[in-house]
């Protein structure tokens, strides 16, 4: 049986690199012939997106109020500040891509054909199954080819179509889309997605059966990641990781919290993009690191403060102290939201509103939050097989 995989790959995202990494590892840790199906990803430019340029309005309206003007003009400045970044800095943004081409080429097996998003209604494809996940493929924020992540390209081959920890992301689909997203959930033979409410969007707009999992990297264990992936640097200080990607001010106060009161030597923050530092004693930025460093970093960190949901994943996967920080305006928080609803690990969450919050503890019961995700990883392990094996097709 030979299984190709349509997920985001080669857009110089950590979490959207090694879930791809993870994704092919597992289907053929089971003994299948799985591969990621080198696909052209298109960004979608969202800073000028209506789809997200309205809610991030409106939130900013519904929690600040009078202070919204204000906050939307710093999402403004912050979204300039970025794009004048990326147009400067080419030369350093062309040398980190080639770490992340490194990884998928070396790291992950794919298909030896590179398809065009908007050739697959036309080119042969080899595959006898296909599996759509994970990331947020399914998030129309992301993409202008919803269907060929929903998979409805291979309808012509008569293949099994299947999602795995598919990403919708977002509180709801907006309404011009619902149709489209229902027809969508029904091409699919069997569906299961990354989070909670991802789930209840399914059942709302389709008769679809829905099944949580894991998302694919916490079914590659640590030791896995350890031996298989992650190049440790050698830090011989005690250090906190930050890893943001809205570029929060606050977190690196957090994080220089956290590191005094956990007696820490040193604060390293992962870049995410490229904008020079001036001079600090007390943080080292790092901007060429690959996801094999990234996991490394994680791996020997004392403690990780992050915004993103796989650092927040990558965390727990390998019983890291942590603290998450959300920005409540955001409308792509049931992600992070999810696993730590799953694993009851809500108070590490602190939300960026101003307060100025620092944990309340430091410490994890990681033998509690290991036991369930065992639990999870079974459920999840059934479902693949289960999947692959029920001798159904569309």
Same mark, same amino acid.
């Given at each position: 049986?030979?299984?190709?995989?349509?997920?985001? @790959?080669?857009?110089?995202?950590?979490?959207?690199?090694?879930?791809?990494?993870?994704?092919?590892?597992?289907?053929?840790?089971?003994?299948?012939?799985?591969?990621?199906?080198?696909?052209?990803?298109?960004?979608?430019?969202?800073?000028?997106? *209506? #789809?997200?340029? *309205?809610?991030?309005?409106?939130?900013?309206?519904?929690?600040?109020?009078?202070?919204?003007?204000?906050?939307?003009?710093?999402?403004?400045?912050?979204?300039?500040?970025?794009?004048?970044?990326?147009?400067?800095?080419?030369?350093?943004?062309?040398?980190?891509?080639?770490?992340?081409?490194? &990884?998928?080429?070396?790291?992950?097996?794919?298909?030896?054909?590179?398809?065009?998003?908007?050739?697959?209604?036309?080119?042969?494809? /080899?595959?006898? @199954?296909?599996?759509?996940?994970?990331?947020?493929? +399914?998030?129309?924020?992301?993409?202008?080819?919803?269907?060929?992540?929903?998979?409805?390209?291979?309808?012509?081959?008569?293949?099994?179509?299947?999602?795995?920890?598919?990403?919708?992301?977002? /509180?709801?689909?907006?309404?011009?889309?619902?149709?489209?997203?229902?027809?969508?959930?029904?091409?699919?033979?069997?569906?299961?997605?990354?989070?909670?409410?991802?789930?209840?969007?399914?059942?709302?707009?389709?008769?679809?059966?829905?099944?949580?999992?894991?998302?694919?990297?916490?079914?590659?264990?640590?030791?896995?990641?350890?031996?298989?992936?992650?190049?440790?640097?050698?830090?011989?200080?005690?250090?906190?990781?930050?890893?943001?990607?809205?570029?929060?001010?606050?977190?690196?106060?957090?994080?220089?919290?956290?590191?005094?009161?956990?007696?820490?030597?040193?604060? =390293?923050?992962?870049?995410?993009?490229?904008? /020079?530092?001036?001079?600090?004693? !007390?943080?080292?930025?790092?901007?060429?690191?690959?996801?094999?460093? +990234?996991?490394?970093?994680?791996?020997?960190?004392?403690?990780? *403060?992050?915004? #993103?949901?796989?650092?927040?994943?990558?965390?727990?996967? &390998?019983? =890291?102290?942590?603290?998450?920080?959300?920005?409540?305006?955001?409308?792509?928080?049931?992600?992070?939201?999810?696993?730590?609803?799953?694993?009851?690990?809500?108070?590490?969450?602190?939300?960026?509103?101003?307060?100025? !919050?620092?944990?309340?503890?430091?410490?994890?019961?990681?033998?509690?939050?290991?036991?369930?995700?065992?639990? +999870?990883?079974?459920?999840? +392990?059934?479902?693949?097989?289960?999947?692959?094996?029920?001798?159904?097709?569309?």
């Amino acid at each position: 049986m030979k299984i190709g995989i349509v997920t985001y @790959v080669k857009c110089d995202n950590y979490g959207a690199e090694l879930q791809a990494y993870a994704m092919q590892y597992i289907y053929n840790k089971l003994g299948y012939d799985a591969e990621i199906i080198d696909l052209e990803k298109q960004n979608k430019d969202i800073s000028t997106s *209506v #789809s997200t340029i *309205v809610p991030a309005i409106i939130n900013r309206f519904k929690i600040y109020k009078l202070k919204a003007p204000f906050k939307i003009i710093q999402l403004i400045l912050d979204v300039l500040k970025r794009k004048r970044a990326a147009e400067r800095y080419q030369l350093e943004i062309k040398k980190k891509h080639v770490l992340f081409t490194s &990884f998928f080429e070396n790291k992950i097996k794919h298909s030896a054909r590179h398809y065009k998003l908007k050739d697959v209604y036309s080119v042969d494809m /080899p595959y006898d @199954v296909y599996v759509a996940g994970s990331d947020q493929i +399914w998030n129309y924020m992301h993409t202008d080819y919803l269907d060929v992540y929903f998979l409805m390209f291979a309808n012509r081959f008569h293949a099994k179509k299947i999602s795995y920890a598919a990403s919708i992301s977002v /509180p709801d689909i907006p309404f011009h889309l619902q149709e489209k997203y229902e027809t969508f959930f029904e091409n699919m033979d069997h569906i299961a997605v990354r989070e909670l409410n991802g789930a209840n969007i399914v059942k709302k707009y389709s008769k679809k059966e829905v099944t949580v999992v894991l998302d694919p990297t916490l079914l590659v264990t640590k030791n896995e990641w350890k031996k298989d992936v992650a190049h440790e640097i050698c830090k011989e200080e005690k250090y906190v990781l930050v890893y943001t990607l809205s570029r929060s001010s606050y977190i690196y106060s957090l994080a220089k919290n956290i590191s005094k009161q956990i007696g820490a030597n040193k604060i =390293i923050n992962i870049k995410s993009d490229f904008v /020079p530092e001036k001079p600090n004693n !007390e943080i080292e930025h790092l901007y060429q690191i690959g996801p094999t460093e +990234w996991v490394g970093l994680i791996l020997n960190a004392a403690y990780m *403060v992050t915004d #993103s949901f796989h650092g927040t994943i990558f965390s727990i996967n &390998f019983n =890291i102290p942590f603290t998450t920080l959300l920005n409540p305006s955001s409308n792509m928080n049931n992600r992070v939201l999810s696993i730590l609803q799953i694993t009851g690990l809500e108070d590490r969450i602190i939300y960026d509103n101003g307060k100025n !919050e620092y944990p309340t503890t430091f410490f994890i019961d990681y033998d509690r939050v290991n036991s369930i995700i065992d639990t +999870w990883r079974e459920k999840s +392990w059934t479902y693949i097989e289960a999947t692959l094996n029920d001798g159904e097709k569309s």
